[in-house]
Every structure is written in structure tokens, then in C-alpha cells.
């Protein structure tokens, strides 16, 4: 097995619970309250500035040129569908992203951070891979999405062929560039594939813990 792979085994109880969470049970049933929904989502929203400058610094930061065009390339695709679900969602949900973000947030918001101003890719590569790995592992449902396109393109911006190949993308080469790497930026990826797992579980819990 490869770098990711290593890393998905060793977080697995903590990858499990976040799949299984019951958020994404109720989002496939087309029964998550729309106050959860919308806490959630005006919380995720939060993200997509500094995802996008994540990505930037991905293609910055490249040392191919073919990952470095797939990956602006997807900088593109995020700037335009996803940001546009948000806008059309919390206008249904009545709501809006917040100006302060709940602790769970604010630590994913963080380690994006952390790993763009490093400016090395494997630490950039590394967070992307977690952030989008695990939902398309959640959206990989064997049944039917629910009808309602609020929680249905929710779903579907996180799987299909299109999706399912930049992770890959993102996989190869973060196996490409931890086979290569000295041990140092090997350990430090191996805290930030950590850290992100383990706050992606935490976010998911904030939609209702927020709600006590």
C-alpha cells in the first residue's frame, strides 16, 4: 500500500465514524432537519476561501505540470457549481454564512492555513486529499440519492467519475511525493492526514451539537 492508503488504515475508526456519521445517514434519507442543514452548510461555507487558496498554492507549489493543470482545473470547477449550491441552499434554508465560525470550523480553517503558508506540496496535497477523499467515500452510497435537489447535489458534487478521478489524482500523488520525501516531511504529512481526519469527524458533530 501507499502513503494514503497507510494513512486510511491507521485513522480508520476515526474515517469510519465521520462516513457513518448520522449526518450523512439522515442527508441520504432526505431527513436531516433543515436546521441542522443549514447550520452545517453556512458553516461549510466558510471553507471555500481558503479551500480555494489551498488549491492555488497546490498549483503553485507543483512540481509536475500535469498535476498542476488537473488541479487548477478543479480550482475552477470549485469556484463555480459548489459556490453556487451554496448560494441557492442557504437561500431556501434562510440562512447565511456566519461571521464567526464554531471551533470545529475554526480548526479546519487553521490547518488550511498552516499547510498553504508552508508552501510545500505534499503538506497542501495532503489536507486536499483528506477534505475530498472522505466525501466522496460518504457520497459513494450503493442507494438511491433523495429527490430533493437540497440534499441530492449536496450528494452528487461529491462523486461520479469526475469527482472519483481527482481523487485519485490527488492519492497518486500524495503517494508520489511521500515515497520521495525524507522522513521529516513524511512525519509531518502524517500529522496533518491526522489532524484533518479527526476535525472532519468534529465538524460533523458541531451541526448538532450547536443545536443543544
Same mark, same amino acid.
Given at each position: 500500500?501507499?502513503?494514503?492508503?497507510?494513512?486510511?488504515?491507521?485513522?480508520?475508526?476515526?474515517?469510519?465514524? *465521520?462516513?457513518?456519521?448520522?449526518?450523512?445517514?439522515?442527508?441520504?434519507?432526505?431527513?436531516?432537519?433543515?436546521?441542522?442543514?443549514?447550520?452545517?452548510?453556512?458553516?461549510? *461555507?466558510?471553507?471555500?476561501?481558503?479551500?480555494?487558496?489551498?488549491?492555488?498554492?497546490?498549483?503553485?507549489?507543483?512540481?509536475?505540470?500535469?498535476?498542476?493543470?488537473?488541479?487548477?482545473?478543479?480550482?475552477?470547477?470549485?469556484?463555480?457549481?459548489?459556490?453556487?449550491?451554496? %448560494?441557492?441552499?442557504?437561500?431556501?434554508?434562510?440562512?447565511?454564512?456566519?461571521?464567526?465560525?464554531?471551533?470545529?470550523?475554526?480548526?479546519?480553517?487553521?490547518?488550511?492555513?498552516?499547510?498553504?503558508?508552508?508552501?510545500?506540496?505534499?503538506?497542501?496535497?495532503?489536507?486536499?486529499?483528506?477534505?475530498?477523499?472522505?466525501?466522496?467515500?460518504?457520497?459513494?452510497?450503493?442507494?438511491?440519492?433523495?429527490? %430533493?435537489?437540497?440534499?441530492?447535489?449536496?450528494?452528487?458534487?461529491?462523486?461520479?467519475?469526475?469527482?472519483?478521478?481527482?481523487?485519485?489524482?490527488?492519492?497518486?500523488?500524495?503517494?508520489?511525493?511521500?515515497?520521495?520525501?525524507?522522513?521529516?516531511?513524511?512525519?509531518?504529512?502524517?500529522?496533518?492526514?491526522?489532524? *484533518?481526519?479527526?476535525?472532519?469527524?468534529?465538524?460533523?458533530?458541531? *451541526?448538532?451539537?450547536?443545536?443543544?
Amino acid at each position: 500500500m501507499g502513503f494514503a492508503d497507510d494513512m486510511r488504515v491507521a485513522t480508520a475508526a476515526t474515517w469510519e465514524a *465521520a462516513v457513518g456519521h448520522r449526518f450523512v445517514d439522515e442527508l441520504w434519507a432526505g431527513t436531516v432537519d433543515d436546521a441542522v442543514l443549514a447550520r452545517y452548510l453556512a458553516q461549510d *461555507a466558510l471553507f471555500l476561501d481558503r479551500f480555494v487558496a489551498l488549491l492555488g498554492e497546490a498549483v503553485a507549489s507543483a512540481d509536475r505540470t500535469a498535476p498542476r493543470l488537473a488541479i487548477a482545473r478543479q480550482l475552477g470547477l470549485v469556484a463555480g457549481d459548489e459556490n453556487d449550491y451554496f %448560494d441557492r441552499a442557504l437561500a431556501r434554508l434562510g440562512a447565511t454564512a456566519p461571521t464567526d465560525p464554531l471551533p470545529a470550523t475554526r480548526g479546519f480553517l487553521d490547518l488550511m492555513d498552516e499547510a498553504r503558508r508552508s508552501t510545500s506540496y505534499g503538506d497542501a496535497l495532503t489536507v486536499l486529499l483528506v477534505a475530498e477523499w472522505l466525501y466522496l467515500d460518504w457520497a459513494s452510497h450503493p442507494g438511491a440519492a433523495p429527490d %430533493d435537489w437540497l440534499h441530492r447535489e449536496w450528494i452528487d458534487l461529491h462523486r461520479g467519475p469526475a469527482f472519483t478521478a481527482w481523487v485519485d489524482l490527488l492519492r497518486s500523488e500524495t503517494d508520489r511525493v511521500a515515497g520521495d520525501a525524507d522522513r521529516t516531511t513524511r512525519e509531518r504529512m502524517t500529522e496533518l492526514f491526522t489532524r *484533518a481526519v479527526d476535525l472532519e469527524l468534529v465538524f460533523f458533530d458541531a *451541526a448538532y451539537a450547536a443545536a443543544g
